[in-house]
């Protein structure tokens, strides 16, 4: 086949939303448990799934097999008429039923049952949501993505938040978010250097720019002699300084003083994997500068990891800044201290740097590769037990690794896939999941949320924050094109279009892309609460798209 026909193929693959590639057969659950392999179920906490679920229902003495009966929410029928079947244990999916469930919340009574089916006792009770399938057919992009791209990054780039920096080498004390240095300014970095390669005209300022958050952080970093050596904080060294009365009203329940309540709350603390993402960004403007000082301190910084590193393969989530002394002992997911590792071994070509990302892989190969404990890792968030806070971010990245390291291996390949279902079954949201004004339990907790005057389609963060968020969006649409370049299946472009699409209809006319695509009347919506790194990786998704639909060859995830 010639090139022209593949960009043809590709074009029309691009236009035509929805008419290509098989159904998914919804009924196929996705990583299903079972005690009788050892093999964990993910979903205790789960409330939404788009694939059949099954559950990790209990034995009952004397059962020999096992009754699973349905009934809808606002449903008083009973008998015969709600959705049953028979299976041989408590554990089975709810496939027999599953595709001719309609998509609203259901309750499922597992009961063991005799020879002639009398129930001997209860196996258990869930309530869950069934969500919508992929269907084709959303409104289309606004505008055209490079387009919308363009005006993210000329938007942010007007903000004080990001203007101040550089105007005045002090950041912004009126952007909250500047409460969480690393993390913001790391993102500012990236995107800045996203911005030179996509749009060479703006490249001066975008440097500008890019080196004033370098040269921040370079300061924030602890002393060569202190026990967490070169590593930036996760939180700000102190409040913020600006006026919370002369800046406006802000909503108190999410602020304490002149912080946001994560910044307040765990000043002092460090999480592990932002010193990776600040490393990450220090690799990149070496690379773009020539600068050694910014090299030496991601030196700096990798050292640091490898000297601290647990002995199961990662490190503890979070640890004192100040004595180097474990805070929470949650493992890390060390999805991005990898990126960090391969780009210093990429930048020295020491061979130490690619065996720590190695370590890092195998870590994830025993974790949650194994076990499907896809902890939610945020710096604002409380650290939870094990499958109490589950998120695809983490999820995705692993993907991501797993199709680099094992290009060309089919078991990889489906567990690639895997991981790429599981995301969708408890995050993506192509419709809707309930009328405007009613309410849901909320993935996590159980408790009551009124999710259905959101933006759709649209992904959920994590079950911490069960919210439609554009990052969250972002990150699925590099999941499915990474898959689409692996698969070539039509679908996954579709999807990400579709989610693409989505920001370009919630972009607003200044290039804004809100953070929360809550309700506009919701204090969430407000600008003041956007976080710029979420608004940079929709900037870095639409271009994506942009790409994969004009030329279809293959990038780095």
């Known amino acids: 086949m010639s090139s022209k026909i593949v960009v043809l193929s590709l074009a029309l693959a691009c236009l ?18 079972s005690a009788q392999v050892g093999r964990p179920f993910w979903n205790g906490h789960a409330t939404f799934f788009r694939f059949a679920p099954s559950f990790g229902f209990n034995a009952v003495p004397g059962a020999l097999r096992y009754r699973f009966t349905l009934s809808k929410a606002g449903d008083s029928e009973a008998g015969g008429g709600q959705p049953s079947f028979i299976a041989s244990s408590p554990e089975a999916p709810l496939s027999p039923v599953w595709n001719g469930l ?28 069934k969500t919508a399938p992929f269907s084709g057919g959303y409104a289309p992009a606004a505008r055209p993505y490079r387009e919308a791209a363009q005006m993210v990054y000329e938007y942010m780039t007007s903000l004080p938040a990001m203007k101040t920096l550089v105007e005045t080498g002090v950041p912004d004390q009126n952007y909250q978010h500047n409460a969480y240095p690393s993390k913001t300014h790391a993102a500012h970095i990236a995107a800045m250097l996203k911005w030179t390669e996509f749009d060479p005209k703006n490249r001066e300022k975008a440097m500008r720019f890019a080196r004033a958050s370098g040269e921040y952080l370079l300061s924030q970093l602890e002393p060569a002699s202190a026990p967490l050596a070169f590593w930036p904080p996760t939180y700000g060294r102190r409040p913020l300084e600006f006026d919370p009365k002369a800046n406006g009203g802000r909503n108190r329940n999410s602020m304490v003083g002149n912080d946001p ?24 403007l070496y690379r773009a500068t020539g600068e ?30 100040a004595t180097g002394e474990v805070q929470c002992p949650n493992p890390l997911v060390p999805t991005r201290p990898m990126v960090f590792f391969e780009r210093l071994a990429d930048a020295t070509g020491d061979a130490k740097w690619r065996k720590a990302a190695d370590e890092c892989f195998a870590w994830l190969e025993k974790g949650p590769l194994t076990d499907w404990n896809w902890d939610g890792q ?45 995301s969708e079954d408890q995050f993506v949201f192509w419709e809707a999941p309930c009328a405007p004004d009613a309410k849901l339990p909320c993935s996590g907790s159980g408790n009551p949320f009124s999710p259905g005057r959101w933006h759709y389609p649209s992904v959920f963060e994590q079950y911490s924050c069960y919210i439609a968020i554009d990052a969250s969006a972002s990150k699925m649409i590099a999941a ?3 898959m689409y370049r692996a698969e070539r299946n039509p679908t996954h472009l579709e999807k990400a ?28 919506y407000d600008p003041r609460y956007d976080w710029l790194n979420c608004m940079a990786s929709s900037a870095a998704a639409l271009l994506d798209v942009a790409e994969a639909c004009s030329m279809g060859g293959k990038t780095a995830p």
């Open 16 to 33: 035509a939303s929805g008419s290509a590639g098989k159904p998914e057969d919804a009924s196929v659950p996705v990583r299903p448990g």
């Open 102 to 129: 309609g998509n609203a919340q259901w309750t499922v009574v597992c009961e063991g049952v005799d020879a002639e089916g009398k129930a001997l006792g209860k196996a258990g009770e869930r309530t869950f949501v």
């Open 261 to 284: 309540v994560g910044a307040a709350k765990y000043r002092g603390q460090v999480m592990s994997l932002y010193p990776a993402d600040v490393g990450t960004q220090f690799v990149a």
């Open 292 to 321: 050694r000082k910014f090299l030496d301190a991601a030196r700096g910084i990798g050292e640091t990891y490898l000297r601290i590193r647990r002995a199961d393969g990662t490190w503890a989530l979070k640890y004192w800044l």
């Open 378 to 422: 945020f710096e604002d968030i409380e650290p939870r037990p094990p499958y109490m806070d589950l998120t695809k971010h983490n999820a995705i990245e692993a993907m991501f690794h797993l199709l680099k390291r094992r290009e060309g291996d089919p078991a990889a390949l489906k567990l690639a896939g895997e991981l790429l279902r599981w």
């Open 480 to 482: 499915y094109l990474a």
């Open 497 to 524: 279009r579709a989610l693409a699409d989505s920001i370009t209809r919630i972009q607003e006319p200044s290039g804004r892309v809100p953070t929360f695509w809550t309700a506009k009347d919701q204090w969430m």
